[in-house]
């Protein structure tokens, strides 16, 4: 029989961090068993390649979730990195944050040490960020982080019309003023994505305390008398259980992580029968409280050829591929996005509740050949997203077997807040878009287009057409109490041996990204995990960085902002 002091189930954007740091002590030893393949692929390391792969089969899950109910019935696709790095290794590459008040709220909700004091030394730990060490940033983590290569994206052309609409400009989403318009930071160095497998996993690979098995499927973690004591996977058809001396780590993610959880036995009691599997440990938080941030796609087709999609020409891609291959430079070694910016659909409220995203081309843009596949429609996209949304889905076991993937909900849009919230989105982009100098050069607004106006039709849009965020949280959220799967060190509740640390220990969704915070989290668990003293708060600089934030905002908002209050959802 295998035995370890630490086995990690899921090598993403969590696991990989985890692995690294506890393996930096030689004296124990490390297995990290990840369901999915190495991450060799060229696309993988490829920044721009990351539109081939981050929907492709090849390296996802696959998930898609059951039919919504405010959604006219639609199944979303779920797109989840099943390869070494996880998501991390097919996603869009950003390094958000999200809002200083997202983690104070987290601190105020019982997550004793996760405010934003608390977690800034983490986020700096992980860094190598291109502006080097200050207040806000690491400048020698692990993690590779560097600005978008804006030379051709119109940048701007976008700044100088988001201007004229009133948006304020920031130089920095993660410095002292979180809102307003800027060039992103990306998870990519030296031309390569960084992901969490490149940074932190493959540099550790050499040690020999640390044991990854790939390809392998985690069934089911034992339990005896309240203490997790290993797990069985299966491997190459074989089924095989490694003993845990010290701890259990599940890190698949929000739907990963849940449904192992549900297949232990550890859950709400009778779902977990209905399947035939004795409950362990009634713990009914187990997949409920699912977030996720909606997101819309806004179209506009432009007079001219002035979009990212010249560039995508076939002569000049090949040039750029030769370009990356040999330099890691040019418009393969970056993300395209033109810009981001966080806004507040009103000025009463707190935190900016709209992410929005300026594509430099449309989502669908191909490659084309001159004079032999016709050339594509010149278009930008407005891609706004919703920061806080109050819907609130879940998961639950399809089945005993975990070969078959979990039913999941989302429940998107299943309050009339986050309708308006949607509906004031798209107002929103069509407004900036619509703004000179920009606004003189788009010929017509294509989706949702410009005879769809009123709050039903806009309604009737974002049924059909909202897709996911990719940042899904919150199925073993972090606290106390019955709403709660682990407590402030990541410990299930209840038992003993049993952390979960990724994703979905996020009581709500950050107000951006989720990679960045999932990797924080993870260099924060190593720590408690270790029994190492913990860093030292930033308290002073977070208290100017939030005061700062804070003090452009008007009054206390009408409305609350995290409220679970579906109406008629699905359970």
Not at 241 to 269: C, D, K, M, T, W
Not at 325 to 340: C, K, N, P, V, W
Not at 351 to 367: C, E, G, H
Request: net charge neutral.
């Amino acid at each position: 029989m295998d035995e370890y002091d630490y086995i990690i189930v899921g090598a993403g954007s969590a696991g990989c961090v985890l692995a690294s740091r506890l393996s930096e002590d030689p004296s124990v030893s490390v297995l990290v068993v990840e369901a999915g393949g190495r991450d060799n692929h060229v696309f993988l390391k490829m920044p721009l390649a990351w539109r081939q792969v981050w929907r492709g089969p090849k390296f996802n899950w696959n998930y898609t979730t059951e039919p919504e109910p405010f959604l006219d019935g639609r199944r979303l696709s779920l797109p989840r990195g099943k390869v070494l790095g996880g998501s991390s290794s097919i996603n869009g590459m950003l390094y958000v944050r999200g809002h200083p008040r997202d983690y104070d709220l987290w601190r105020q909700a019982g997550c004793e040490g996760w405010s934003y004091a608390d977690v800034l030394p983490y986020f700096k730990r992980a860094e190598g960020n291109w502006r080097g060490e200050g207040d806000y940033h690491g400048g020698a983590g692990p993690l590779g982080v560097s600005a978008t290569d804006i030379s051709n994206l119109n940048f701007e052309l976008i700044r100088d019309t988001v201007a004229a609409a009133g948006i304020p400009m920031t130089e920095d989403f993660s410095g002292e003023q979180p809102e307003g318009f800027g060039i992103v930071d990306l998870t990519i160095k030296n031309g390569v994505r960084s992901s969490a497998s490149a940074a932190y996993l493959r540099p550790a690979l050499k040690r020999t305390n640390l044991t990854v098995k790939t390809m392998a499927l985690t069934e089911r973690v034992s339990i005896e008398k309240g203490r997790a004591t290993g797990v069985t996977y299966v491997s190459k058809g074989v089924r095989a259980f490694a003993r845990a001396r010290r701890e259990v780590i599940l890190a698949g993610g929000s739907y990963n992580s849940p449904q192992l959880l549900l297949l232990s036995g550890v859950g709400p009691a009778d779902e977990i029968a209905e399947h035939g599997i004795t409950p362990v440990h009634d713990l009914p938080a187990v997949g409920k409280n699912l977030s996720e941030h909606a997101v819309f796609h806004i179209q506009f087709a432009m007079k001219e050829p002035i979009t990212f999609l010249s560039r995508l020409r076939a002569d000049r891609v090949a040039l750029s591929v030769l370009q990356w291959a040999l330099f890691r430079t040019g418009d393969f070694a970056t993300q395209a996005l033109t810009a981001l910016a966080f806004i507040r659909s009103r000025p009463d409220i707190e935190r900016p509740d709209i992410q929005l995203f300026f594509n430099s081309t449309r989502m669908d843009a191909k490659v084309w050949f001159p004079g032999i596949t016709p050339a594509q429609q010149h278009m930008l996209e407005g891609y706004p997203s919703m920061n806080y949304p109050e819907s609130r889905g879940e998961l639950r076991l399809r089945s005993a077997n975990p070969s078959d993937p979990p039913r999941i909900w989302l429940n998107f849009l299943g309050t009339e807040n986050d309708r308006a919230t949607a509906r004031e989105c798209i107002r929103l982009v069509q407004r900036i878009y619509h703004t000179p100098p920009l606004g003189e050069l788009i010929e017509r607004e294509t989706s949702p287009g410009a005879e769809v106006s009123s709050d039903a039709d806009l309604d009737a849009f974002i049924r059909r057409t909202v897709e996911v965020g990719h940042h899904p949280v919150g199925t073993c959220a972090m606290g106390e109490g019955t709403a709660a799967v682990v407590d402030p060190q990541l410990r299930v509740h209840g038992l003993q041996g049993l952390r979960v640390v990724d994703a979905s220990v996020m009581p709500t969704v950050p107000g951006g990204n989720t990679n960045g915070p999932t990797i924080m989290i993870a260099e924060r668990a190593a720590d408690l995990i270790a029994g190492k003293a913990l860093l030292a708060p930033a308290s002073d600089l977070v208290a100017t960085s939030t005061a700062s934030a804070l003090r452009s905002t008007a009054a206390t908002s009408r409305r609350p902002e995290t409220a679970n209050t579906n109406e008629g959802g699905v359970r």
